[in-house]
């Protein structure tokens, strides 16, 4: 017997190990081949905006997504896989926009996954019009796709918003469309960003965004309602996942930098280009005691000179005059680190593309309040005017670094600097009498390279693409390598040199001198290193950021600025990887790595909140290349995250009145009868409809049409309480959800009260009857929308037969035996 039971429970650990308990229900998905959207290399590899989505949602659900191919050209494929969707053969289809007619055949999830826009694009030859000045234009001239010469209304109306006069000339084929864009019969065309155009293009403008969803097979609720809580949870932990793929796969910016003929033929006309810079806008430009002249524009443009075979030769002066002169004579094609918008050239010169933003800070003398800045003179760099209605005094200087100073010697009261030039100049110890506050987030710089405008568009095309190329991280190094203040000490061999006389005739004073000379001086810099360690403090406590610097030969960290506060209620760590503090795996795989890391991390306050945080964490390097530091930043990025249930708020609304639309209104009232399947009578649903509402529209035309649909939403949302379900569910069909209605008497007083107020309030300036018909249906156990949607319509049908204007019960209210 004991044998017996030996092997039995054997065979039961064999199979519990061989066998597993559970396993992820297969999910077969319709796989068209759309370029960006559903994609397969060569290799066989699977990739695309809907491919990667659903494999980051397969992680918060028990499904395992199988991607299922087709046959034919794109439209055979899609065809197909609406079709096999809806019979069933297959479970999931992506990029699906919703539509009233379709939402009969496939069950929408309740949540977009992502946004598809129109795109206005431009020929990447086309120097003219770029992203920045496409909305100071007066007039656009735009090819559509439209067989039946139909102009498109979103076009018009993005026209009409920025002021732009926009002339649509119609084609029936891309071929000709983008035939007439190369010839130059149009600037610009307008298709789908989801089109994945692909070519020698740029996008300038977006707009009229679309919201797209996942669709399955109609009444499928468990996998509806599954796909609705992962994508709930992904949006959540990936606020900003969907713009992340947005950009990776929908973004005409070209990584990959090359050269048309045209663009080579101009470099070897020209190889050597001069580019004029003012000065005083370290880390940007500066120029040193030996005349070198560096920086970060300085690295971007040699970087692109590597790239293009360009020697750029570097021309500097820290006079406003001289640098105004050679900008009025055109003597240099480019002008160096250009900020915008305060950039106030002659328009000899054109903007290229920013490569990179800074915010601003202001910068004033300690005894003045930020609050009271504005009866008190104000430095600026000469070329850059003020508004009109400024009250305060002015003063104009050379440079940014001159107005730094003019706050500094008190000839001026406070001023405005880029913060990365506010920085680098606040960490020499000269000054001891400024207050730097930053500015809120929408003020920021964007640094640029102007090109003169005679001078051939392929090097405005090889500048664009060199600064595209150029990648965020590698901007990031630049920045780092150039933005911390180096200050020179003055040796002994400096001093040799500048007296020898008196080294020879008094060597042993000297030497005494110079020991005593080296302990006094020890103690200074220690003074002024303590002091500019205490500003950078006061400075960074001002942010909300963390800044971090561990000290890799003693094992420390040391935590500063205003966010560290929230981080961590100590902010030096001894030991700190020989303890495994907190997050300390993040410092030791720099330290493996010897690389940046930039990752977002969902990270834990003291306070027990946990909000979304960049880190980003830098080795630095000594004179013999050997790592000394890590320095870092950490961000919070909370709102960024938050910006996504904007999004799904938008794609739950009706654009035209503003209140819910037809698939929210759906989800909503399945929600609430779900929640109350137990109980009788817990929902009143009203349909309503526009007595003769094609008439009106007929009649007066379909703006005013649009306005009675408006004043209608707005009347009844007067009428509605907030807990109840309002919405529009199509033309001028109306649905309103009373939850908990006391009785018949009630929604009858109600309905009754609905129609008086219509035709009482709705468009009387017009001087026209607007009435409107009611259906009723009382909700009863195991209901759904679709359920209550038919019988309060068999009701409304009812009033449309006995003379509108009226309502109609189709049942009646059964209250709950509980």
Known sequence: MKKLVTILTLFIMIITCIVPLSAKTKVKVAYPIQDGLTEISENGVFSG?????????????????????????????????????????????????????????????????GMGNMALYVSANNANI??????????????????????????????????????????????KMNQALEKGDVDSISVSEQSALKGNYRVVATYSPRPFYLATTKGNSHLISELNDAMTKLNKEQPTLMSELHDEYFSLRNNEFSLTDSEKAFIQENPVIEVAFLGGKAPFQSMNGQGDISGITVDVLDSIGKLAGIQFKYVYTESYDEYRKWVSEGDYMLLGGIASPYHSQEEKYTLSRSFLESSVELVLVKNIEATDIYNHTIALPKGISVTNDYEGKVKYFDNPLACLDA???????????????????????????????????????????????DVSSQLTNIINKGIDSVTALQIQDIVFKNATYVKEDLSLIDYIQENPVEFILFGLVLLGLYLSLRYYTKLKNDKKIRREYERFQQISELSGDCFLEYNIAKDCLTLSGGGAFLLSSVLIYPDYLKNCYRESERIRSVLNTLQTFNEECYIEFLDGEKRWQNVLLQPIYDNQNQATHIIGKVTDIQAQKEEQLLWRELAQRDSLTKIYNSAACRDLINKFLEEEKNYKGRLAFIILDIDHFKSINDQYGHYFGDRVLQEL???????????????????????????????????????????????????????????????????????????????????????KKTGRNHYQLYNTLEKDEN
């Open 407 to 453: 706050v500094e010697s008190g000839k001026a009261d406070y001023t405005y600097l880029n913060s990365h030039t506010a920085m680098f100049y606040n960490t020499s110890s000269k000054y001891d009498n400024i207050n730097m506050i930053p500015q809120e987030k929408n003020y920021s710089q964007k640094t640029s390279i102007a090109i003169r405008n």
């Open 713 to 799: 939403a707005m009347t009844l949302s007067r009428v509605t309480k907030s807990t109840d379900i309002l919405g529009r569910v199509g033309g001028d069909e109306f649905i309103i959800g009373l939850k908990y209605p006391e009785s018949i008497e009630y929604v009858e007083v109600y309905c009754q009260r609905l129609l008086e107020v219509v035709s009482h309030h709705i468009c009387k300036d017009k001087e026209i009857d607007v009435t409107v018909s009611l259906g009723v249906a009382f909700s009863r156990k195991a209901n759904t929308f679709d359920d209550l949607y038919q019988f309060a319509d068999q009701a409304l049908y009812q009033v």
């Open 49 to 113: 905006y809907t491919y990667d989505y659903l494999k980051e949602l397969e992680r918060f659900t028990d499904f395992e997504f199988e991607f299922v191919t087709l046959e034919g050209d794109v439209n055979d494929q899609l065809v197909a896989a609406l079709e096999k969707v809806k019979n069933g053969e297959l479970d999931l289809m992506g990029a699906i926009i919703y539509d009233e007619s379709l939402a009969s055949i496939y069950d929408y999830t309740s949540t977009n996954y």
């Open 130 to 175: 770029n992203e920045t000045n496409i909305y100071s234009m007066k007039n656009l001239k735009v090819g559509v796709l439209s067989s039946s010469n139909k102009k498109n209304p979103s076009l018009d109306k993005f026209g009409e918003t920025n002021g732009i006069v926009i002339e649509q000339v119609c084609y029936d084929s891309f071929e």
